[in-house]
């Protein structure tokens, strides 16, 4: 019976015409491509013997609406806004740190224009991209020169390339860090040429056995900060104050990737102790490496800050240039920077500061909003309940630390929690929570006001296809 359809099934000619007929943008390669592939998908369906999923009566008609659909997915931008229903606030698979308005403001400003970026306006000759950051990025830490790289991953690789190859680099066995997406010290030590010499034990490691470790082929003494996994029970490890003693008696440099990097010593705010940039810089560091998107709240980048020395032997390795920063984030680090000189101001323009230190009473008066336009829209099968929860501060941070929450949960009738999950992920604007205690929950932290009609229209649309 399907088999005898196989002769029905349209020409591409006649898909492709209906298509340009109603469809005036799509570029005519990318109509041709869904009539094909519409086409072939239903005579694969009919050839195994069955209906395709999706046929109607008509077998055109549903080839047509195939292709139609087809054309949408394929106009659709692969890279697309999503609601951060997590909690989590520096998400990496989400894009990690949300830009403050004016930044993304200043980007459009730079992007469509020229700019200055290597011209030195005053002197009317070339200038370096590197000045652009560096006196903020000085007076707010307190170091004596900077410069800015695509990347932490790319900022530690460098330094250690700079000013560590062919040498021994000395860490400690409990700094061994993977922060994920395959960043490994000891795999970035290897490929930048430096040579890890690893010292004390995974839990335990002291003064002597840094000493131990310094010979002839020692460059640096490399601290990390474990960022993502914590150390716990019988532990001893030496501050950066005494390594850097230890290197200034010895010769020898002081290197400390921070990874998150914060410029606010968040615990003022009721989170756990993490260093600052600038306690590594008064510490005495001759390098310190950071990232610019996580706990920072700016953009992509690699921050090198410290002693003048260093960082310009590490601006004037050719493979600078291989890891050099873009204008559009350049643009965005600048005004993120300057932001933070406003102590009070700073705390509420930038979005990861303002979600890592949201009052939790805040995040519930949120969540009650949530569930009363839920309420309203009437639906017999939907349900919002607003529960306490914990979020996460994400960004290899603070990994033991409980930021207090609430959350929506969302239960449709005969649904479970996967299902419900999925259909809110595979949204038009996509809507990813995460399940708590087998409930589909949002939790609010990360969610913005303006948010919260789109989350009920998320869950009205997912409610109303059950
Ligand atoms: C995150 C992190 C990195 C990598 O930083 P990116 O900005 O992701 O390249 C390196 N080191 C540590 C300790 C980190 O936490």
Redesign the pocket.
Known sequence: MAINQLKSLPKVDRILDSLMAENGGPPRSVLLKAARTAIEDARRSLVAGEAPSWTGDNLEDSVLERARALVALDMRDNLRRVINGTGVVVHTNLGRSLLPSVVCDHIVNVAGRYSNLEFDLEAGKRGSRFSIVEDLLCELTGAEAAMAVN????A?FLSLMALAKGHEVVVSRGEL?E?GGS?RIPDVMASSGAVLKEVGTTNRTHMRDYENAIGEETAMLLK??T??FAVVGFTATVSLEEIVGLGKKHDLIVME????GSLVDLSQYGLAKEPTVMESVAAGADVVTF?G??MLGGP?A?IIVGKAESVNKIKKHPVARALRIDKLTLAALETTLRLYRDPIKRMEAVPTLRMLTLDPEVIKRKARRLQARIKKLGLENLTAKVKAIDSKVGG?ALPLQNLPSFGVAILIEGRTANSVEKAMRKLELPMVGRIEDDVFTLDMRTIADDEIPLAAHAAELVAGKS
């Open positions: 990347n932490n991953a790319g530690v860090v922060i960043f990390a900060h960022s993502n990737d921070l990874g998150s990232s998107d996580k992509q690699g290899g």
